[in-house]
């Protein structure tokens, strides 16, 4: 059987576009793929381009940080919370406690069992780094742009951001004291059970 091409019949505007767009993807991939070790070049690569855009801003006196520091304090919020939360984990055994179920056991370990489990964040780290440094590009493209310089005043954005993060970040130290996790694992090492030599 012959295809297309080999009848000399061309392929159609679409089918190039699309076949670029693959073969664009592709090498797109390739290159994060590459870069997926390099935690430390890939944050610290990620810092530069903040610092580019927060110059872009104090040069161009524009007020382009709102909601792109909102949107990476969510992204900071879901990478410091554990995938299964247990407050959730603890409303549910409750449930099944009442109903005289099995109790399901928790993600973190807690008082009623000692055993080991690594956390697990509810954005892991690459996506929480591909997220936020594509944030950062497409914010300092739009400093390029009239029409996304809104005018605001920015002590009062300031201050609410501020706010946002002291409040938000207090509930979260809150969620992990009580529930006793710590989401980084730098310099620790996992114990397993309560003996100790």
Known sequence: MMS????????????????A????????????????????????GTAGVLSVFMLRIIFSQGW?????????????????QPKFDPSIQDDLLADEIEEGGIPMTSPLPNQRDDEFRPFVR?????????????????ALVCTFFE?????????????????????????????????KYVPFDIGRKARYGSSSR
Do not use: C
């Open 21 to 44: 767009y693959g073969r664009i993807s592709r090498q797109y991939q390739q290159v994060l793929d590459r870069w997926t070790p390099y935690i430390m070049y890939r944050w610290l």
């Open 147 to 179: 029409m996304f310089d809104v005018p605001v005043y920015w002590p009062i954005l300031l201050v609410y951001f501020f706010i946002l993060f002291a409040l938000t970040m207090r509930r979260q130290i809150q969620h992990m004291i009580k529930y």
């Open 4 to 19: 297309d091409t080999d009848a000399g019949v061309e392929p159609s505007p679409v089918q190039n576009i699309s076949a």
């Open 122 to 138: 509810r954005l892991p780290e690459w996506q929480f780094w591909l997220s936020s440094t594509r944030a950062t590009v497409v």
């Open 64 to 80: 382009y940080i709102d909601g792109h520091a909102i949107y990476l304090l969510n992204l900071l919020l879901a990478f410091l």
